[in-house]
């Protein structure tokens, strides 16, 4: 099945793409400064002999998962998402045959 783009449809894709990329953009920063910053408090807390570095890390850590899985995941155009929002329109379309 091919279809035309219209202006107003490739307009909607651009901003939709821009929306992506800007989400992305914003994850990988987001690890950057991650890795960045507990690679100076693990430096800080070895060198006084405590440990006390992984509770930010994790906890962190934790926070970075979850912006990943709603970035990568669970956004519109995410390989998850798009599988069920086509499993559930299969699901309608049936349901309307009947």
């Known amino acids: ?16 793409a821009h929306k992506r990329a800007r989400a992305k953009m914003g994850w990988f920063i987001h690890a950057t400064v991650y890795t960045l910053v507990n690679a100076c408090l693990a430096v800080l807390a070895v060198s006084g002999d405590r440990q006390w570095h992984l509770y930010p890390l994790l906890g962190w850590g934790l926070g970075l998962t979850l912006h990943g899985i709603a970035v990568f995941w669970l956004s519109p155009g995410a390989p998850l998402r798009e599988t069920l ?10 349901q309307e045959k009947t």
């Open 85 to 94: 929002v086509q499993r559930e329109m299969r699901r309608l379309l049936a």
């Open 1 to 16: 099945m091919t279809t035309t783009l219209t202006p107003s449809r490739l307009s909607q894709l651009e901003r939709l």
